[in-house]
């Protein structure tokens, strides 16, 4: 079971909004360390999408955004297209025992 | 831009040894800290370990500790992981991906902007 929980997923019509949750506990999420969400294609490599909790990187479309307050963050993409059909993880560090660098556990999004 | 590319993976026998390396291009390697993550089949993304820019600090997930050892030889822009006493546990794709940020200097702030194609490492009798 992960550190940072993530509905298993979500799902939305073309043009719609979603967003995807990711719950995390006052060692990690809720402790201020940053939160960065990846997207998974099967057969590709994880692509950076959020980082420091609400920065994309460059060539990430705008409707693509993180946000965070405190022990969850949120992604929601708006306009959503067939092509953002994918596996979404969230990821932080914590300093528990456990420690260090943690993901969710991941959201399937389906385009309808 | 850049680009990473691992090698090494393999089927094994539990208890035996595999290193996995993974070669870079296209940015100055010993300025960002390295990180290895293993997807499971059907699981999600798993930290594994990483490593400074510098190589001296390296910090291993609980679940490899004492048996995996992350390193790195900056003069040939490479980045090695190397596994012992595996277990079927271990079976996955395993990933380097590099730190976004060379200004990063601890796991508390790293975040991965380039990933490998990864390799599979299964560990079956």
């Known amino acids: 079971q992960s550190v940072l929980t993530q509905p298993p997923s979500v799902s939305g019509a073309p043009g719609q909004r979603v967003t995807i949750s990711c719950t995390g506990s006052n060692s990690n999420i809720g402790a201020g360390y940053n939160v960065n969400w990846f997207q998974l294609i099967p057969g590709t490599s994880p692509k950076l999408l959020i980082f420091d909790d609400n920065n994309r990187p460059s060539g990430v479309p705008a409707r693509i955004s993180g946000s965070k307050s405190g022990t969850s963050a949120s992604l929601a993409i708006t306009g959503l297209q067939a092509e953002d059909e994918a596996e979404y993880y969230c990821q932080s560090y914590d300093s528990s025992l456990t420690g260090y660098i943690i993901f969710g556990g991941g959201t399937k999004l389906t385009v309808l | 831009e850049g680009q990473l590319l691992e090698s090494g993976g393999g089927v094994v026998q539990p208890g035996e040894t595999l290193r996995l390396s993974c070669g870079a291009s296209g940015f100055t390697f010993g300025m960002f800290a390295m990180t290895w993550v293993r997807q499971a089949p059907g699981k999600g993304l798993e930290w594994v370990a990483s490593?400074?820019?510098?190589?001296?600090?390296?910090y291993h997930a609980d679940s490899v500790q004492g048996r995996f050892i992350i390193s790195r030889d900056n003069s040939k822009n490479t980045l090695f992981l190397q596994m012992s006493d595996l277990r079927a546990e271990d079976t996955a794709v395993y990933y380097c991906a590099k730190d976004l940020s060379s200004y990063c200097s601890s796991p508390t702030c790293y975040s991965f902007d380039l990933w490998g194609q990864g390799t599979l490492v299964t560990v079956s009798s």
């Open positions: 490593i400074s820019g510098s190589g001296s600090f390296t």
